[in-house]
Each structure stands twice: as C-alpha cells, then as structure tokens.
C-alpha cells in the first residue's frame, strides 16, 4: 500500500495554478492552430481536409473508379489519421462535395449532400463519394517521394505533410477557420486566372499585385453573384492580405406585360442560405420596412430564382432593390484575411506573397519528383548493364548457373558485376533470352540514359525546372478551362448605381396622411388624415391633448425630452388611430422621471434655438436632431435641478428672452451661437429661484408679437425699450404681456 502511495506521490506536479494553465493554453492554441484551423499556403488544406483526400486515395477511390459509403471513408480517417469525432470529418467531406460551398469541389458526391437552402445532408451511411479530378490533382506524385510524410497518431502509419498540390487551391477554392486569437477567410477564386497569375510571376519575378490583378481581377464566388467593391479597396486587400469584398446578388426585370413587371434573382451572394434569405425579405414585408416591395416567393428548382414582385408597377425597380440591398442579405460582405501556415508559422500574406509560396512548394516538388526518378533510372540502368553482359555472354552464364555450386560468386568474379546485376541475372526468365528482349533492353537503356542526362540538367538548372513548373501549371489548366462548365467565371464585377436612397424611396412610396396626437400622460396615436379637430379627441381619464401634429407616413417625428434629449421616430411606425393609442415609452427609452417636452415634424431646413431652465442655450439645426438610438441624443446638456424650457423655429434676427421673474431682455440672434450639442451661453441673468420662462426668436422689421391666453397674436410696439445685452437681467414686461409670462402662450 505504502509502495502505491510512494508512486502517486512521484507522478505529482508542484506548480503555480497561473504557470500550469498559461502552458497548457499555450499548448492547446498552437495545436488549433497549426493542426485544425489555419490551411497550409503549400496546398490550401486543413489537416483534416488533406486526411480525407489522402485516405480516399489510399481506398483508390479514383475520379473513374467506383463510389463507396462515406461511412467507410469516414471511418478509414478517423482509425487511421484524424483522432476526432467522425461528425466533424463527415461535415469537411460534405462541404469538398458542395458545389455552392467550394469553386472546385474535390469530393463526388452520390447522394443527398445537403443544398443551398440550408439543409443537412443525409448521413454518411446514406452517402457516397469519391475523389473528384481537382483532388487527382492535388495528390498527384506522392509515389515519388513529392513531399515529406509523418508518423499518424498512433505512428502505425504514415501520411503527407503536405500535398504535392497541381494548382494553388488556396486561393481557387479558399479558406475560412478560427483559431485561437486568430483566424483565416479567404475568398474562392478562378483557378484558370489564378494559375495564369502564377504563370505571369514565373515569367516576370518582379511582378506587382496590381499587374496580377489585371490577370486574376478578384474572387469568383461558387454561387456567383456581383462584386461591387472598389478597383483601388480590392488592390489594397492583397497588397496587405486584409480587406473585404461586397457582393449583391444578381437580377433581372422580367417584363408581364401590359406595363406590369417583376424581379428576378438568379444568383445569391455567397455562403447565404436561399431559404433565411426568403425568411429575412418576408419578414421587411410584415414589419413594413421595404414598402416598395409587396410579395416574395422562391420558384428554383436546380437554379436559383427568387421572384420579387413590386408594390405598384410605377415602383423604380433600382430603387427598390437599393432598399433590399440595404436591408437584406442581397448584399453581404466576405473578409479577407490571408492568414496561412508558411513554414508551419501564422502569417497575414499579400497575393504576391502566398504565389511566390506556393511556387516555391513547386519547384521543390519537381525537384523531388526529379531526384526520385533520376534514382529509379540509375537502379534500372544498373540492372540493364548487367543484362547486356549476360546476353554477350550468354553460354557462360547458362554454363555456370548449371555446373557451379554458387552461380553468384562465379558471375560476380567472372564478369566484374555487382551483387544486384547478378542476382537479377539469376532472376531472369527462359523465355526472356530470345533475341528481341536483347534489342528492347538495349532500346530502353538507350532511352533511360537520355531521360538520365535530361533529369541531370534540369536539377542543375533554376530556369528549367522554372520552366517545368510552368509546363505542369498549363497542363493542370485545361482541367479549369474557362470554356468549361466548371472553369467559367460565375461571380461578375460591377458597379453600385448612384442614388440618393431616401429621397428616391420618399419619392416612391406612397404618401397616407396623419395626425399624430400625444396625451399629457404619453399616450401616441396618428390619426389617418388631416384636419382634425385635436380638441375633441377622447382619452384616458384624467388625460388630455398636450400636442397634436399634421404629418406624411414619409415624415420623421422629433420628440424633445424634459432632460434635453431628441428622439426621432417615423410617421408610419407610430401605433394607429384606434383606442387611446399606445404609451410614447414603448417605442423611445424614456425614464419615468423625464417627460415629453415638445414634439414636431423634422423639417431639415429648419433651425431651433433650445434652452434650459437654467438660462443657457443656442441655436440648433433641426437635422442634428435625428437619432437612430432608442435611447436618443443628448442635445442640451442640462444643468441639475433644471429641465428643458424652450424648443422653438428660429426665423428672424432678434430674440427675445423672458424669465419666471417677468423681467424681459431682447439681443440680437448674431449672439447666440449655432452648434448640434451642449450646454449653451447665457441668456439671461437671474436671482434667488427665478428660472428661464421662455424665449423666441422674431424679425425686427416684423416686431415682437406675443401670444395671449385667447391663443390671439398680440404686438409689442414700443419692444426696442428692452433691447439689451445677452446674460443681461433685463426689464420687467410692459403692460399687456401675457399674465402666463409666456411669449408663446
């Protein structure tokens, strides 16, 4: 017992908490990222992709072979090579099988492999596949010792590195993986363009990315679609490795006659689901947010076609689309981050960059492939020579083999030949002594030693074997032709048009007229129509009329909160006229202790001058108002103890100011300063709790007029008496002045 204890104890680590976890974490980020997330530059693959493809080759599941259940394949990489759950090998080798998911597939799937709708595959026991010829490709030369392997798992087997990889499948079909505080998206391209890139770079060493993207413009999604981004945003993106690229989907007017007609959407922007998409626009259509757009519906069957029928037939079918493109995913943006395992290190490479790489991986494959041959051709032409001494002298050697005791030895000695030339000599066939073997020996010697002299100069010459990597580059192009099916381009460049959307879409849509009532208690409704009689609206018990507003379903509505906040809401999102309406806190995030101060149309021509109680204020433009906030915009910055006073249209040139006190103070507007937000300067001097009244601003030609108790317009005439100073106290109100000490009523 005592033994087992002593063992325990040995196999027990003294170490702070905060070292052993630093470690570990440490160990666990390199190991995702270097062995799950992040894709070699060599051959664009992840781990687990580059074991699916080398466990498929191994079963020979050729592009003209015969299909086999996933489920084996599945299993061969789990017991073989990949030591995770078979769920997330299985997901890998339905996504190399989607043709909507990869540019160049490199799985043939058989079977129900999932759609672009979003759903699943069936699983893998249902399912077949093989390789696909991009995949043929990728692994073409590993019998010639191409590239180094390692040990498996469980080191009962080997597997590549890397692949040899034909074309750069990085950038034809990808990347995206997260890793730990890092992660990979790179967009599909063409393969022709990109190897055309890469042949380009061959040739001219010194090639900038600009001069490649005139050969290799940018992505070209599986799904297609148009990518609207800017010449000089795309450039920038592979200079560095880092940007993004904005895709919209892809449409047509398809005319109904008769003056009718609707949108067709035939390619989608890539990695969305057709069926959320659908969802998502139905959605906008019940909430009201695309009202130009009345119905969706999806009538694909192998290709997309989403059918987008317009509100009214005079709807602009760009400016309707503008609208879906901004609130839909019609238009997406795809990330670019080119960061690849170079050298088995993490590192962000520009487009020139991951080229040279993958050149380089090339050329040293050829080299391999080249030293591998070179040394299978001096084995064999080891062999011949001893043959074509055996055939020059074949009595002896026919003579020794039956009278000698050790044939080997003799024939070693005899002919001065080595124990390999002796042993295949002993190894030969009866038949293979007629006389034409002899000639075709000699025949295959001749031809070995010239493929040996021409291996030799290419291993001992950069150009040639430059020149070979092109040569193997233009022949793995003909399987991405672009005249093909599979090599054309999909996804097409083009240009956002130029409109001003929010005017277009107030043009557009249709106007509904309405009358916006708010209680005194913060109650909201809109009446549909103008004219009516606010004064006899019902509401609530104990409730009454504080604000009434005649507005269009195009217009914004501004509210002013007691604590100098603005909130925008617009017309056609208010509750209707039915009932008492709805409570204003609802749709803004107002305090129970702040209240509604004044509300109005948004008029962006408009100005406004804003005062506390406290006295302080300034001119405000009505468009610094507008707020996309649920919570507002701070505008007034408003002193504690004291809350929002004046919210008035600035039009004229003097302003007049009145306090609790009844004194009176009028200065010219010039100064009072105009800004979108803050506190202000001082209007008015006060004592003791005096406080701001109120304030106007009014023309001097036109005078001073004040509103009554009666609601009736009243004139000052003799209001030059109070001309002033801003900050003065002022002068107590002549007679006639309103007894609420209001300009405004």
């Known amino acids: 017992m005592s033994d087992i ?58 592009p003209e072979g015969a299909y086999r259940k996933c489920a084996k394949i599945v299993g061969e990489v789990m017991g073989n090579f990949h030591p995770h759950g078979d769920s997330a090998i299985y997901d890998t080798l339905v996504r190399l099988a989607q043709d909507f998911s990869v540019r160049y597939p490199l799985v043939d799937g058989q079977g129900n492999f999932g759609n672009i709708d979003g759903d699943a595959a069936a699983a893998m026991r249902y399912t077949e596949s093989r390789m696909t010829e991009a995949a043929k490709l990728l692994l073409e030369g590993l019998d010639e010792d191409a ?35 890092m992660a990979t998206s790179i967009p599909p ?33 599986p799904t297609g679609g148009v990518i609207i981004e800017s010449r000089e945003s795309i450039l920038d993106a592979y200079e560095t490795g880092r940007g993004a690229f904005r895709m919209r989907a892809k449409w047509h007017v398809e005319d109904l006659g008769r003056g009718t007609w609707q949108v067709v959407v035939t390619e989608i922007p890539y990695q969305v689901q057709k069926s959320r998409l659908i969802e998502k626009i139905a959605e906008l259509i019940e909430a009201k947010k695309v009202p130009l757009l009345d119905d969706v519906r999806d009538e694909s069957a192998e290709d997309v076609r989403l059918i987008l029928e317009p509100r009214s037939k005079t709807v602009e079918p ?67 020579d001893g043959y074509l001494i055996a055939y020059l002298n074949i009595d002896e050697v026919i003579r020794i083999i039956r009278e000698e005791d050790e044939p080997k030895q003799v024939m070693m000695e005899r002919f001065h030949i080595t124990d390999v030339q002796a042993e295949a000599i002993l190894n030969l066939r009866l038949r293979a002594l007629r006389k034409l073997e002899e000639m075709e020996l000699r025949g295959e010697h001749e031809s070995l ?18 020149t070979k990597v092109g040569k193997e580059l233009t022949e793995a192009r003909k399987i991405f032709d672009p005249e093909t099916e599979l090599g054309r381009r999909r996804a097409q460049f083009g240009d956002a048009p130029e409109i001003d959307l929010e005017a277009a879409l107030e043009a557009s849509t249709p106007k509904e007229a309405f009358t916006v009532l708010l209680s005194t208690k913060g109650w909201i409704r809109a009446m549909k129509g103008h004219g009516h009689d606010a004064e006899q609206a019902k509401f609530k018990d104990g409730d009454s009329l504080f604000s009434a507003v005649e507005v269009w379903s195009t217009d914004k509505l501004i509210l002013m909160s007691s ?35 004044a509300m109005f149309k948004l008029d962006e021509g408009n100005k406004r001058i804003v005062a506390s109680s406290a006295g302080y204020g300034f001119i405000v433009p009505e468009s610094e108002l507008v707020s996309s906030r649920k919570a507002g915009k701070a505008v007034v910055s408003v002193p504690d103890g004291a809350q929002l006073a004046v919210c008035e249209v600035a039009r004229g040139d003097m302003i007049a100011v009145v306090g609790s006190n009844r004194k009176l103070v009028i200065f010219e507007r010039e100064d009072l300063p105009e800004m979108p937000r803050g506190k202000g300067v001082k209007l008015q001097a006060y004592r003791g709790d005096d406080a701001l009244a109120d304030a106007a601003v009014f023309d001097r030609q036109d005078g001073l007029f004040v509103i009554d108790g009666a609601g009736r317009n009243k004139s000052i005439p003799e209001w030059e008496e109070w001309l002033g100073k801003r900050a003065q106290a002022g002068k107590i109100v002549p007679k006639g002045f309103p007894r609420s000490g209001m300009l405004n009523g």
Not at 322 to 329: G, I, N, T, V
């Open 5 to 62: 204890m002593d063992n325990d104890s040995e196999r027990v680590i003294n170490e702070p908490m905060s070292e052993a976890l630093s470690k570990r974490y440490l160990a666990y980020a390199l190991s995702t990222i270097t062995s799950r997330a992040l894709p070699d530059v060599r051959d664009g693959l992840k781990p687990v992709q580059r074991r699916i493809l080398y466990a498929m080759r191994e079963l020979k599941l050729n």
């Open 147 to 181: 590239v180094d392997f390692r040990d498996t798992y469980d080191e009962l087997n080997e597997e590549p590195v890397v692949l040899p990889a034909g074309y750069p499948n990085l950038l034809a079909n990808g990347a995206t993986g997260i890793a730990v505080g």
């Open 189 to 221: 391209h063409n393969a022709a363009e990109v190897i055309d890139a890469a042949l380009h770079l061959i040739k001219h060493k010194s090639a900038t990315t600009e001069e490649l993207l005139q050969i290799m413009p940018g992505p070209d999604f």
């Open 318 to 384: 760009d400016v309707m689309m503008e609208s879906l493109f901004k609130l839909s995913d019609l238009e997406s943006r795809f990330s670019l981050n080119m960061n690849v395992l170079n050298d088995g290190v993490p590192q962000v490479m520009g487009l020139r960059g991951v080229l040279k790489a993958y050149l380089d991986h090339r050329r040293e494959v050829v080299q391999r492939r080249a030293r591998h041959r070179l040394e299978k051709i001096e084995k064999r032409l080891h062999v011949l």
């Open 449 to 466: 030693t010239e493929e040996r002299e021409q291996l030799i100069l290419l291993l001992g010459s950069e150009a040639r074997q430059w």
């Open 563 to 597: 604590d100098g906040r603005a909130f925008t809401i617009g017309a056609d999102k208010l509750p209707g006229g039915r009932g008492h309406g709805e409570p204003i806190r609802l749709s803004i995030d107002l305090e129970d202790s702040v209240d509604i101060f």
